[in-house]
């Protein structure tokens, strides 16, 4: 086993015996498999597109098989090797179809050439002969950003599953998607062509981001600011985590006049914001904070839980029995929702039109039953509460008030103090550097690293409040358009505005997002709590000459570098 694709491998190298988020050897073999599995797809897909043959199965699933390996999301060996014989059996058909339409397909790369093997043991060391560990007789730092695009098309691949969920969709990200799948194989390219490529990634992020956000506010509207109970009501419950706003619509149908209320947990806060699943009243509020305390919050959860997308933790007996995970995520032992489209002609007829499915796209019924036979919440309980809703519509919408506070300097600063949360060490950095962030300043966050600060109350600089909570992760995209327009206003570059950077990274979402960035051309980013282990010390350089990307220091030294 070899992984270092997240923030906290092993000893900041890598992940050797076991993974640090959980998977064993044997799962991560597999992932390596569906990887190359894929690449061999991927060969078909890309000169299939040169003679007119465009898959749409195929390009839905090399989405969805890469994003399976992103971390946190799927654990269950045998998901996986029902994955890897898919992928080769759409290699086969689509081979059939580029060829008639004379295409290539006569690939000799031993990704195309692959046979599963006939049992699970095999498929194993079928992985393990391919694993991601660097080849010390390859060039370091072309292997560098090699492994930077690929986990960087992991995340891209996150963003446009979630997109296409909700009926947006743009070949020209599956393509990218393909062609680094494939360009990943070549050995004939130079440092300064993988530079390009890893750029193009963020090119790419960026159209994967706003397809996402076309897609969540076309359903559900833009987001409002909405005060967000922490506490419960009583009754009984069911607990919502990862950051499928689809997941969520489905269960409040489907969850209408039983008597349940239902909570979010870590990255679906943001949810409440949205007007079109705020308006059931069963929506009660949020429990709990970030994907890595979950083992300690859903023993104490006394209702159900659904797992969506991705974030998931090796469960704990006190509650193995009440979580459920839906979509691409999946542990051993654990309760699976598959979704199993639409049950009559008509409702599907509706869902083309995006009228939706009544909720019944998936069937979550063993998880309202689970939800009232648990005992729910005795009493209610008053934990305070926070605010949400400050995407990119609602921050535009007072740009006026703003603009008028930097120019009369009541407004001196604004951090956009964002990324994953993690159980690493020295996370508490992020706490200690908003609760220092001078009160003429502006505090803008978005995905899990929130849960450092989200509960502090800031106050507000004539009206705006302090501390504003952008999103999900997936909604970077916004934080990117507030900054464009506050440049645009402003008459100047996004890097002159008073606006600085501070980002927690943990997975492949994030090293997206990073790319994305740096494709637009933004510099001075604090990046932390640790820099990549997969980023070699010359890549860094080129990083931090054309960039200017640093990691963090200290609050108090980083807030008098970045105020004077």
Not at 144 to 153: A, D, Q, Y
Not at 524 to 530: K, T
């Amino acid at each position: 086993m070899f992984c270092y694709q997240c923030e906290q491998t092993a000893k900041g190298e890598a992940c050797k015996t076991v993974g640090v988020c959980g998977k064993n050897s044997e799962v991560a073999a597999l992932q390596d498999l569906l990887i190359h599995a894929l690449q061999g797809l991927a060969l078909v897909a890309v000169e299939g597109r040169k003679v007119g043959v465009v898959d749409e199965e195929a390009n839905l699933f090399t989405c969805e098989g890469v994003f399976s390996t992103l971390t946190n999301v799927d654990f269950d060996p045998q998901r996986f090797v029902a994955l890897i014989k898919r992928a080769v059996a759409l290699r086969q058909s689509l081979t059939e179809k580029v060829k008639a339409a004379g295409g290539k397909t006569d690939f000799s790369q031993a990704a195309f050439t692959f046979t599963p093997a006939a049992d699970l043991a095999g498929m194993v060391k079928q992985g393990e002969a391919v694993e991601l560990h660097p080849d010390p007789s390859d060039n370091a730092d072309i292997q560098s950003l090699k492994h930077i695009l690929l986990f960087g098309i992991k995340g891209v691949a996150a963003y446009a599953d979630h997109a296409k969920i909700l009926g947006q969709e743009d070949d020209q990200v599956y393509a990218f998607i393909q062609e680094s799948l494939v360009n990943i194989l070549r050995t004939d390219l130079g440092l300064q062509d993988w530079v390009g490529l890893v750029l193009k990634c963020g090119e790419v992020n960026l159209r994967a981001m706003e397809l996402l956000d076309a897609g969540n506010t076309g359903a559900y509207g833009h987001p409002v600011p909405t005060e967000v109970p922490l506490g419960a009501k009583a009754g009984k419950a069911i607990l919502v985590s990862g950051h499928d706003l689809k997941d969520l619509e489905m269960l409040l149908k489907q969850t209408e006049g039983k008597g349940i209320n239902i909570y979010t947990h870590g990255e679906m806060l943001p949810a409440h914001g949205y007007p079109e699943l705020k308006k059931y009243p069963h929506f009660h509020g949020h429990y709990g904070t970030a994907w890595q305390n979950q083992q300690k919050e859903f023993a104490e959860f006394p209702g159900a839980i659904l797992m969506t997308t991705n974030c998931i933790q090796k469960p704990v007996e006190a509650y193995k029995g009440n979580i459920f995970t839906t979509g691409l995520v999946g542990w051993p032992g654990v309760a699976h929702i598959d979704d199993k489209g639409c049950p009559s002609l008509l409702d599907k007829v509706k869902n083309a039109v995006g009228l939706g499915c009544a909720g019944k796209g998936k069937d979550f019924g063993p998880v309202i039953k689970k939800a009232q036979e648990l005992p729910g919440f005795a009493a209610a309980s008053d934990k305070g509460k926070v605010m949400v809703g400050f995407a990119r519509n609602t921050v535009m919408g007072v740009a006026g008030t703003v603009i008028e506070a930097v120019k009369n300097k009541n407004i001196r600063h604004f951090f956009l103090v964002a990324g994953c949360d993690g159980a690493k060490p020295g996370r508490n950095y992020y706490t200690e550097f908003v609760e220092k962030v001078p009160k003429d300043c502006v505090v803008l966050t978005l995905a899990c690293g929130k849960f450092r600060f989200f509960d502090q109350n800031l106050g507000d600089i004539g009206g705006i409040p302090r501390l504003l909570d952008v999103g999900q992760c997936n909604d970077a995209y916004s934080a990117i358009q507030i900054a464009v327009a506050l440049a645009n206003a402003f008459e100047c570059g996004v890097n002159d505005l008073p606006l600085s950077l501070v980002l927690s990274w943990y997975e492949q979402k994030a090293v997206a997002i990073l790319l994305t960035l740096l494709h637009l051309g933004i510099k001075d980013i604090r990046l932390g709590p640790s820099l990549p282990a997969f980023v070699t010390p010359n890549v860094l350089n080129v990083l931090v000459e054309n960039f200017a990307i640093k990691p963090i220091s200290t609050p108090d030294e980083d807030l008098k570098t970045i105020l004077g």
